[in-house]
Protein backbone atom coordinates (compact mmCIF):
# COMPACT_ATOMS: atom_id res chain seq x y z
CA UNK A 1 0.00 0.00 0.00
CA UNK A 2 1.50 3.48 -1.23
CA UNK A 3 2.46 5.81 1.60
CA UNK A 4 -0.21 8.49 2.76
CA UNK A 5 0.92 12.31 2.07
CA UNK A 6 -0.31 15.34 2.62
CA UNK A 7 -0.03 19.13 2.97
CA UNK A 8 0.21 20.65 6.10
CA UNK A 9 0.08 24.32 7.17
CA UNK A 10 2.69 25.59 9.32
CA UNK A 11 4.59 28.92 10.15
CA UNK A 12 3.22 32.04 11.94
CA UNK A 13 -0.12 33.30 11.29
CA UNK A 14 0.59 36.17 9.76
CA UNK A 15 2.99 34.32 7.89
CA UNK A 16 1.98 30.68 6.74
CA UNK A 17 3.53 28.36 4.85
CA UNK A 18 3.12 25.12 3.74
CA UNK A 19 5.05 22.21 3.90
CA UNK A 20 4.41 18.49 2.84
CA UNK A 21 4.06 15.30 5.39
CA UNK A 22 3.26 11.52 5.01
CA UNK A 23 1.84 9.54 7.59
CA UNK A 24 4.57 9.01 9.53
CA UNK A 25 4.77 12.36 10.45
CA UNK A 26 8.30 12.66 7.94
CA UNK A 27 8.90 16.09 6.34
CA UNK A 28 9.70 16.33 2.27
CA UNK A 29 13.04 17.97 1.91
CA UNK A 30 13.82 19.59 -1.57
CA UNK A 31 17.36 20.14 -0.24
CA UNK A 32 18.00 16.87 0.44
CA UNK A 33 15.47 15.16 -2.08
CA UNK A 34 14.31 12.82 0.56
CA UNK A 35 12.06 12.41 3.41
CA UNK A 36 13.17 13.51 6.80
CA UNK A 37 11.83 13.24 10.37
CA UNK A 38 13.86 17.12 11.64
CA UNK A 39 11.32 19.69 11.03
CA UNK A 40 13.94 21.97 10.01
CA UNK A 41 14.86 20.38 6.75
CA UNK A 42 11.31 20.29 5.48
CA UNK A 43 10.28 22.57 2.34
CA UNK A 44 8.57 25.44 3.00
CA UNK A 45 6.45 26.40 -0.32
CA UNK A 46 4.70 30.21 0.08
CA UNK A 47 2.25 29.50 -2.48
CA UNK A 48 -0.09 26.26 -1.55
CA UNK A 49 -0.90 25.71 -5.25
CA UNK A 50 3.44 25.33 -5.81
CA UNK A 51 3.55 22.70 -2.83
CA UNK A 52 0.44 20.83 -4.47
CA UNK A 53 1.92 20.44 -7.69
CA UNK A 54 5.08 19.07 -5.83
CA UNK A 55 2.69 16.43 -3.57
CA UNK A 56 1.20 15.54 -7.21
CA UNK A 57 4.87 14.86 -8.53
CA UNK A 58 5.55 12.85 -4.98
CA UNK A 59 2.60 10.63 -4.66
CA UNK A 60 2.43 9.99 -8.72
CA UNK A 61 6.44 8.25 -8.03
CA UNK A 62 5.16 6.11 -4.86
CA UNK A 63 2.96 3.73 -7.02
CA UNK A 64 3.85 1.40 -10.37
CA UNK A 65 1.07 1.05 -12.83
CA UNK A 66 -0.37 2.75 -15.87
CA UNK A 67 -1.57 6.28 -14.81
CA UNK A 68 -5.24 7.00 -16.46
CA UNK A 69 -6.85 10.11 -15.94
CA UNK A 70 -10.54 11.21 -15.38
CA UNK A 71 -11.75 14.77 -15.13
CA UNK A 72 -15.06 15.16 -13.31
CA UNK A 73 -17.05 18.21 -12.32
CA UNK A 74 -16.55 19.78 -9.04
CA UNK A 75 -18.92 22.24 -6.87
CA UNK A 76 -18.24 23.61 -3.47
CA UNK A 77 -21.01 25.47 -1.83
CA UNK A 78 -19.95 27.64 1.06
CA UNK A 79 -21.85 29.14 3.79
CA UNK A 80 -20.17 31.93 5.59
CA UNK A 81 -21.10 34.99 7.99
CA UNK A 82 -19.16 37.33 5.67
CA UNK A 83 -18.51 37.78 2.35
CA UNK A 84 -15.25 35.82 1.63
CA UNK A 85 -12.93 36.94 -1.53
CA UNK A 86 -11.82 33.81 -4.22
CA UNK A 87 -8.09 34.30 -2.50
CA UNK A 88 -9.39 33.33 0.19
CA UNK A 89 -11.02 30.37 -0.64
CA UNK A 90 -8.40 29.48 -2.43
CA UNK A 91 -6.11 29.42 0.15
CA UNK A 92 -8.47 27.46 2.60
CA UNK A 93 -9.48 24.86 0.09
CA UNK A 94 -5.94 24.37 -0.51
CA UNK A 95 -4.57 23.94 2.90
CA UNK A 96 -8.37 21.75 3.75
CA UNK A 97 -9.58 19.60 1.34
CA UNK A 98 -8.38 16.32 1.63
CA UNK A 99 -9.78 13.33 -0.55
CA UNK A 100 -9.74 9.79 1.21
CA UNK A 101 -9.28 7.53 -1.70
CA UNK A 102 -10.05 3.39 -1.03
CA UNK A 103 -8.66 1.83 2.13
CA UNK A 104 -5.14 -0.50 2.79
CA UNK A 105 -6.86 -3.61 0.58
CA UNK A 106 -7.31 -1.60 -2.50
CA UNK A 107 -4.14 -1.91 -4.98
CA UNK A 108 -4.66 1.45 -6.15
CA UNK A 109 -3.94 5.22 -5.95
CA UNK A 110 -5.84 7.91 -6.93
CA UNK A 111 -4.68 11.56 -6.81
CA UNK A 112 -7.12 14.16 -7.43
CA UNK A 113 -5.45 17.44 -8.81
CA UNK A 114 -7.80 20.52 -8.14
CA UNK A 115 -6.89 23.44 -9.64
CA UNK A 116 -7.61 26.18 -7.01
CA UNK A 117 -6.10 28.95 -9.50
CA UNK A 118 -9.29 28.33 -11.47
CA UNK A 119 -11.59 29.01 -8.53
CA UNK A 120 -14.84 31.08 -10.06
CA UNK A 121 -18.03 32.10 -7.89
CA UNK A 122 -20.90 32.03 -9.08
CA UNK A 123 -24.13 34.09 -8.37
CA UNK A 124 -26.61 31.97 -5.86
CA UNK A 125 -29.43 33.40 -3.96
Not at 6 to 29: E, F, H, K, Q, V
Amino acid sequence: MPKTIYLSTTGLPNAPRTCIMDDNDNYWSEMDNCWTADPKKAALYLDTCDAGHKLRELMMTEVPGKLQTFVVPLTIEIKTAHPISISEIQEWLATHVRFNLGDEEDALMAVIQVDFDKVEQTITE
